[in-house]
């Protein structure tokens, strides 16, 4: 990977990955008949929350403080192990899978510590909730995986979703790439809290499960875990864009064009998905998850 290459991979993750959450605003408003908010409100709410103060309660320590900022920065290296528009990523070896994946739980693990640090019954009943539903929804993640290494013979993500070794799996096992896109997509909704396993925007205590758990959280700490929720949605959407979009123009500038335009697409499905679908039942979220893991499962069957 050459240094340009690399310093438009880092910029795009640095830049792009809050006008995602933009998009699914507005096309949440569009579908309720309203304006809603401009697509760069996130970069301002962004703004606003680094120029203010934070405020800790006395009984919070160390960990209460980190938890924003390891879950940043752990998010933040797994943008570097993901392919974007069919170039390397900036890292890549045998088993970054592994890492990658290992990377957005150890997110998960100081966001679940932090809420526990606080010492609030409340906020440990959306960590726990977390933690079961990340539990469930690790097996999706990884088995999908799993097909394409059965496929590729190699456990590197750029290796994975390389242009050609995706274009040479959609020929030859169609159906197993199309059950794995689906069980990503799963994944990608619950990894980022949308509808329909949560809502990013609810206020009803007993429904709440990642909100519930930044509430103590202000100032740049919470500007910091927007950030990351940004992240995070945009990385596992270039792992489902990287499955199904599998196409290189030979053009650079034309591949970054069109991945963006793929994401900013994928956007507007997730919101498209939160619009006309209602929050499930919290007794049902683990039979999704569970039917993510079957799909990818079929997938492994299918690749053979």
């Not at 120029?51 to 980190?66: C, E, P």
């Not at 059965?150 to 390389?162: C, D, E, H, M």
């Not at 274009?167 to 199309?178: I, K, M, N, P």
């Not at 896109?181 to 980022?192: I, R």
Request: aromatic share 10%; hydrophobic share 60%; proline share 4%.
């Amino acid at each position: 990977m050459n240094v340009l290459t690399a310093a438009v991979h880092v910029a795009v993750c640095l830049l792009f990955p809050p006008l995602l959450l933009g998009i699914i605003v507005k096309v949440k408003a569009f579908f309720a008949g309203r304006v809603g908010a401009p697509v760069l409100q996130p970069y301002f709410d962004l703004l606003r929350l680094f120029r203010k103060g934070s405020v800790f309660s006395r009984t919070t320590t160390w960990v209460f403080k980190a938890g924003p900022v390891v879950s940043l920065v752990a998010v933040a290296f797994a943008t570097l192990l993901m392919p974007l528009g069919g170039h390397e990523a900036p890292l890549a070896f045998g088993g970054d899978v592994v890492l990658f994946a290992y990377l957005l739980g150890l997110g998960r693990f100081f966001t679940i510590a932090a809420a526990l640090d606080t010492g609030s019954a409340f906020e440990g009943m959306g960590a726990a909730r977390e933690a079961t539903f990340s539990a469930l929804a690790e097996p999706g993640l990884f088995l999908g995986l799993m097909v394409l290494v059965r496929k590729v013979g190699v456990a590197s993500l750029s290796a994975l979703l390389g242009t050609d070794a995706v274009q040479r799996a959609w020929s030859e096992t169609g159906g197993a790439l199309v059950l794995v896109a689906v069980s990503f997509f799963v994944v990608l909704l619950v990894e980022n809290s949308r509808i329909p396993v949560d809502d990013p925007n609810t206020h009803l205590e007993l429904t709440m499960i990642h909100e519930v758990m930044v509430l103590d959280h202000s100032g740049p700490g919470f500007g910091a875990i927007l950030y990351g929720a940004s992240l995070k949605l945009f990385v596992l959407g270039a792992l489902v864009v990287g499955v199904v979009y599998p196409f290189s123009t030979g053009n650079t500038w034309a591949d970054w064009g069109l991945f963006l335009v793929a994401m900013a697409a994928l956007a507007v499905g997730v919101g498209i998905v939160e619009s006309i679908m209602a929050r499930l039942r919290l007794l049902h979220v683990p039979r999704l998850l569970v039917a993510a893991s079957i799909l990818s499962v079929f997938g492994i069957i299918l690749a053979r």
